[in-house]
């Protein structure tokens, strides 16, 4: 059986009066709600023109958004290669302009750089939010805040700030607009973690510390000095120039010219005679090889220091290698690297042999792209099958193409002891270089090479970049260029491997030299008559700054206390 429920009148209004209860605390929750919102949105606004937007008169206004900040970056003693500054960049509200035409006249006559077109498309346009121009001088700033045109702002931004301009344009890279890194130790910058900072909103200045370099800024100073004198004086398209430290393998300097001023680099970077040459391009590097050359066939034990290599002319494969410097048909080991003997040369790798030539190159990563922080690094090229030919030819550096860092690396390590330690732009000591370094040749080696490097300094083709009292050693290299897959006879691309003070070598000093003509009153423009003198005169100006003292034998050390 079923029975029919019944309300009573007293149930029902007791039922209406509870959902009534309930209809009434949810329309006076979303009445708070709304309320709530809206005093929110007010406080928002409120806290937007008085906290962000303080001197706003007339429709103008200037908006104090925290910007990204990025920490300074420094050079080893602490002096500011790059720090942010305070710019001002002009926005406008479209849909507040009153007059497109008129704004886009006034606003041309502060900035005339700006395309008329493109400018009136934003100010006419019905969007909310456009930028106009971004990091404007104070003096700009001020005319356009003059013009007093309603619908127009200006937003405070970071940028980037580096006081040498163009000095170290490679080593430091560049940031965007929106103060990111994109290329140099920027990016390194990035990369390694300040973006993760950046994301958490932590990267207050007042919080962030010095980024700092293993460069040296007056080291710097003195290398970018030269190269820009030799671009002018040797008529060149392009020099470089790198200072390492052998010992723990740190960059005190390092620059490549052309450059650019880091300050207003536009679209320099993009230029492909602004190229960062010391190690985003590969050359062949000519007789600077012979460095290898000589140190490989020592090393592996086919000649010693005091060996005779007949020096007459061969044949391999079709080709035949003749002196260019007829000096005899024996030369000592110590005369082919004096004499730069291209038949000596070939005549070493051919004893050694074709494979462990190829490893003797990788082992001193001549063949390897270079690892270190500069995100900028190329790799080098090499034939994909090595035969006989391709091992005589490369003995005297033609046949690779490598980086001028990488060169300077691996020469580092035929005169520190034999150690191969890696390159850095970041400060490192002795002991952590030491944690690091490879035994990669007989110290004996090493030995034998600065004796080499030495009587070259001395009485070879590296005499022009000595300098009385701190003793140069080094080797010269001048290449023909490739054009249309054949060499070049009137296009060089030269080089000079230096180390220094050569009796006890602390420091690698490389200059390259891109297309030099022959100076007046000079016979030729091989390296000897440009890169050397280049290698000569940064000593002459870094010593000081790298705490080397010049020594001249005991008749000058009398005479210096003397004076």
């Known amino acids: 059986m079923k029975f029919a429920s019944r309300s009573t009148p007293a149930a029902s209004r007791s039922k209406r009066a509870v959902e009534h209860g309930r209809d009434g605390r949810s329309r006076t929750a979303l009445t708070s709600a709304m309320f709530l919102l809206a005093f929110a949105t007010i406080i928002g606004r409120l806290v937007?023109?008085?906290?962000?937007?303080?001197?706003?008169?007339?429709?103008?206004?200037?908006?104090?958004?925290?910007?990204?900040?990025?920490?300074?970056?420094?050079?080893?003693?602490?002096?500011?290669?790059?720090?942010?500054?305070?710019?001002?960049?002009?926005f406008a509200e479209p849909k507040r302009i009153i007059d497109a035409d008129e704004a886009t006249e006034a606003v041309l006559t502060v900035l005339p750089q700006l395309d008329p077109g493109a400018l009136y498309r934003k100010l006419s346009s019905k969007s909310g939010f456009a930028w106009l121009s971004r990091g404007l001088t104070p003096m700009q700033q001020q005319a356009v805040f003059n013009l007093g045109i309603p619908g127009i702002g200006f937003r405070t931004e970071t940028r980037r700030f580096y006081p040498g301009g163009s000095e170290a344009a490679h080593v430091l890279g560049l940031t965007n607009i929106d103060n990111r890194g994109i290329s140099g130790m920027e990016k390194y910058l990035d990369d390694s973690g300040f973006n993760a900072l950046q994301a958490t909103g932590l990267n207050r200045k007042e919080g962030l510390k010095a980024f700092r370099l293993s460069i040296d800024r007056n080291v710097q100073h003195v290398v970018h000095e030269e190269l820009v004198r030799a671009l002018k004086e040797y008529r060149a398209i392009a020099a470089g120039g790198v200072i390492l430290d052998v010992d723990t393998g740190e960059i005190i300097?390092?620059?490549?010219?052309?450059?650019?001023?880091?300050?207003?680099?536009?679209?320099?970077?993009?230029?492909?005679?602004?190229?960062?040459?010391?190690?985003?391009?590969?050359?062949?590097?000519?007789?600077?090889?012979?460095?290898?050359?000589?140190?490989?066939?020592?090393?592996?034990?086919?000649?010693?220091?005091?060996?005779?290599?007949?020096?007459?002319?061969?044949?391999?494969?079709?080709?035949?290698?003749?002196?260019?410097?007829?000096?005899?048909?024996?030369?000592?080991?110590?005369?082919?690297?004096?004499?730069?003997?291209?038949?000596?040369?070939?005549?070493?790798?051919?004893m050694v042999g074709t494979d462990r030539h190829r490893e003797f190159l990788t082992r001193l990563g001549l063949l390897s792209k270079m690892k270190t922080e500069l995100p900028e690094v190329a790799m080098p090229t090499q034939p994909h099958v090595w035969k006989k030919i391709n091992s005589m030819t490369i003995a005297f550096g033609h046949g690779v193409s490598t980086t001028p860092l990488n060169t300077a690396v691996a020469a580092a390590a035929l005169i520190n002891g034999g150690y191969y330690v890696p390159p850095t732009f970041l400060p490192r000591t002795?002991?952590?270089?030491?944690?690091?370094?490879?035994?990669?040749?007989?110290?004996?080696?090493?030995?034998?090479?600065?004796?080499?490097?030495?009587?070259?300094?001395?009485?070879?083709?590296?005499?022009?970049?000595?300098?009385?009292?701190?003793?140069?050693?080094?080797?010269?290299?001048?290449?023909?260029?490739?054009?249309?897959?054949?060499?070049?006879?009137?296009?060089?691309?030269?080089?000079?491997?230096?180390?220094?003070?050569?009796?006890?070598?602390?420091?690698?000093?490389?200059?390259?030299?891109?297309?030099?003509?022959?100076?007046?009153?000079?016979?030729?423009?091989?390296?000897?008559?440009?890169?050397?003198p280049m290698v000569g005169n940064m000593v002459r100006g870094a010593a000081t700054f790298l705490n080397v003292k010049p020594t001249f034998g005991e008749v000058g050390q009398h005479l210096m206390r003397e004076y």
């Open 48 to 90: 937007w023109f008085g906290g962000f937007e303080p001197g706003r008169i007339d429709g103008m206004f200037v908006s104090s958004i925290p910007a990204s900040n990025r920490p300074d970056i420094v050079d080893r003693h602490g002096e500011i290669l790059a720090t942010d500054i305070r710019t001002a960049s002009l």
């Open 253 to 350: 300097a390092m620059a490549s010219v052309p450059d650019y001023n880091l300050n207003d680099a536009g679209d320099a970077p993009l230029k492909k005679e602004n190229l960062n040459r010391m190690s985003a391009g590969t050359f062949e590097m000519g007789s600077t090889f012979k460095i290898f050359t000589t140190a490989m066939a020592l090393d592996f034990g086919v000649v010693n220091i005091n060996s005779q290599v007949a020096t007459s002319p061969f044949h391999v494969a079709g080709h035949t290698f003749r002196e260019f410097h007829n000096e005899g048909n024996w030369l000592s080991v110590p005369d082919i690297f004096k004499f730069s003997s291209n038949v000596g040369s070939a005549r070493e790798a051919d």
């Open 430 to 532: 002795e002991e952590e270089a030491a944690a690091i370094r490879r035994q990669i040749v007989n110290p004996q080696t090493s030995l034998d090479m600065r004796a080499i490097f030495k009587l070259n300094g001395e009485e070879g083709t590296g005499r022009q970049a000595d300098v009385p009292g701190y003793h140069v050693g080094g080797k010269t290299g001048t290449a023909e260029k490739v054009e249309h897959g054949k060499y070049n006879h009137n296009k060089r691309f030269n080089a000079f491997v230096g180390a220094f003070p050569i009796d006890k070598p602390r420091y690698i000093v490389m200059s390259i030299i891109d297309e030099p003509q022959v100076e007046k009153g000079k016979p030729n423009a091989q390296a000897g008559w440009n890169a050397a």
